[in-house]
């Protein structure tokens, strides 16, 4: 017995201009983008408050992974900021609504812009950096930050600021995030096959050979973490107005940590994965809140199987099986 | 000094610890012209490219290109002046695919401000200078993941990426080398056709008879210093550099 892979054709068939050939063809193309973007808009119908709670949650945790992964895949850094950007986000949006009284319609916008310009600028510095080292630097920063909260006692110190505004009911939350989060993936998507994302590969692959093209490298990455930083301090604003609160636990480092696993899960490079992984991940690790501790083992242990034995992620996992057919045949 | 030069190198060292990898070298390039450097392996030719290109800080000496002090000005900003280089170990985006490569310069202030940004469709314009660099129009080739291309391809790919500059002086290092001897003839008349169409280049060799058929003048360097310049023929009658070739010649 040996398997047999036979091509679709799906992918030849449906380059460019080719597409619009037929009916099918657009079809192969809609149809997977069609599940996640009706399957998304559709889910909230159907899940009760908690659940529209947790979908909430892991609509923020996707915007991470995506950033994460758009970051790691595309650019070659190594980015895990995910708690400085939705702490920052966050405490300006809090911020700016308990001292003001700014609406959240003001303040949510004024944080994406405010935090994302706030965590590149201390982020620049460290862009010279590659691989391990970033990261590491992009880590401390969130635990930084904790620190001079709770010693300076600003910002509510260890309490943090409660009573903000919150959003009017659960459908505005929902359909406030949702909608942003399927056009940060298909933007991000587009972006990486522009003139922009194609130099930001180049940078990935080498980045001597694009200084040596003439292409400041630096501005590049600066130009690539602001990107990932917008999204990231947008989960950031929301989530502070979600709960109505501000404390020091948006700098914790599950928002680093989880986009992680996420983009282990639905596969690296990808940007639909990432979103994918988070969407499963995060109700998963609600549902195994009862195991206490224990839950981080199980966590671990889903990480590890993904990474052992779907090293691509389930993603490119489902894709292959999208545009090829396999079946076992006697030889 | 004048226009009579379009890059001047003066008493340019660097070491590293203690390896003096160039030292006190100067040289100058006429502009449409071709300079060969030749040299023993280790004797500092592919530093002196990454000093010259920005790559490298230098410990002493200044870089003049087109009448301005280049020494220490960032990479990108040398190429954008103009003065570009390949790479040895070839460097290609491996995951883009061929004419995508060749976006990446298209995008530099260089090409923007030249060109007046009435590039067009950018894709054209890279099949264009892939073509025209020998990449087969009507075939895969340049839209194969760069990854997947065999080295002659990597090799014109890197030139292409200069030429998309629209460079004044290329710096080649060892274009020729691990080809095979049909593919060097195919890339001899590219290299005379940019000559021809005014741009300076300075090649770095081990392939000596290619390189005498192309360059105008020879810089021989071992152990990091210039032992001779001039002419080829000249160049290799000169004790000195039969000497850092072949060894001394034992007194009788």
Redesign the interface.
């Given at each position: 017995m040996r398997k047999k892979r036979l091509d679709r054709g799906v992918r030849a068939r449906t380059e460019g201009i080719y597409a619009l050939t037929s009916w099918s063809e657009m079809g192969y193309l809609i149809f997977p983008r069609g599940v996640l973007i009706v399957g998304l808009l559709v889910l909230p119908i159907f899940l009760d408050l908690y659940g529209q709670r947790v979908l909430c949650a892991a609509c923020i945790y996707a915007l991470l992974a995506l950033g994460f992964d758009f970051l790691a895949g595309y650019v070659g850094v190594v980015c895990l900021g995910g708690s400085l950007f939705i702490g920052s986000g966050g405490y300006i949006a809090g911020l700016l609504n308990s001292h003001f009284g700014w609406p959240a319609l003001v303040t949510i916008p004024l944080a994406t812009v405010g935090g994302a310009l706030f965590s590149t600028l201390i982020l620049i510095p460290c862009l010279r950096l590659r691989g391990i080292y970033f990261a590491i630097i992009s880590f401390m920063f969130p635990l930084f930050a904790v620190y001079i909260i709770i010693a300076l006692n600003i910002f509510g110190g260890t309490e943090g600021i409660s009573a903000l505004d919150t959003l009017p009911n659960s459908w505005v939350e929902l359909y406030l995030i949702i909608p942003i989060l399927l056009i940060a993936l298909f933007a991000l998507r587009r972006l990486v096959n522009e003139d922009m994302g194609l130099i930001l590969r180049g940078i990935k692959d080498n980045d001597q050979a694009v200084k040596a093209s003439g292409i400041d490298i630096t501005l590049y990455r600066t130009k690539a973490v602001f990107t990932a930083a917008l999204i990231g301090c947008f989960g950031g604003a929301y989530l502070s107005h979600l709960y109505g609160w501000l404390g020091i636990s948006l700098f914790a480092m599950d928002f680093s940590i989880l986009p992680i696993a996420a983009t282990a899960m639905g596969g690296m490079g990808t940007l639909a994965g990432p979103v994918l992984g988070a969407l499963i991940l995060t109700p998963l690790s609600e549902a195994l809140r009862g195991f206490g501790q224990l839950r981080v083992v199980l966590y671990c242990l889903i990480l590890i199987g993904f990474l052992v034995y779907k090293p691509e992620g389930f993603l490119s996992y489902l894709q292959r099986k999208y545009e090829q057919s396999e079946h076992w045949e006697e030889v | 000094m004048g226009e009579a030069f379009l890059l001047k190198v003066e008493k340019l060292s660097k070491a590293f610890g203690g390896v003096h990898a160039v030292v006190n070298v100067s040289f100058q390039l006429a502009p449409g012209k071709v300079l060969g450097i030749i040299g023993p392996n280790g004797s500092g030719k592919t530093t002196l490219v990454n000093v010259i290109?920005g790559?490298i800080h230098p410990q002493s000496g200044r870089i003049y290109f087109k009448d301005k002090d280049i020494t220490g000005l960032?990479?990108?900003k040398i190429?954008?002046l103009g003065l570009?280089?390949t790479?040895q170990v070839m460097?290609?985006?491996?995951?883009?695919s061929a004419f995508?490569?060749i976006?990446?310069?298209l995008?530099?202030?260089?090409?923007k401000k030249t060109r007046a940004g009435r590039l067009g469709d950018?894709d054209a314009v890279a099949i264009d200078i892939l073509e025209d660099i020998g990449f087969e129009r009507d075939t895969r080739v340049p839209f194969k993941t760069a990854g997947s291309l065999p080295l002659g391809y990597l090799k014109r790919l890197e030139l292409a990426?200069c030429i998309?500059?629209k460079p004044e002086v290329i710096i080649c290092d060892e274009v020729f080398s691990g080809l095979s001897m049909s593919e060097i003839t195919s890339l001899i008349p590219l290299l005379e056709r940019l000559q021809m169409d005014g741009i300076a280049l300075i090649m770095i060799e081990h392939r000596l008879r290619e390189l005498f058929r192309l360059a105008n003048r020879v810089m021989v360097m071992n152990f990091g210093q210039k032992i001779a310049e001039g002419p080829p023929g000249v160049v290799m009658s000169d004790p000195a550099v039969k000497e850092a070739y072949m060894g001394k010649e034992k007194s009788p």
């Open positions: - | 290109t790559f960032q990479p990108h190429a954008n570009t280089r790479f460097r290609p985006y491996h995951s883009l995508k490569n976006i990446v310069p995008n530099s202030p260089r090409v950018k990426r998309a500059l």
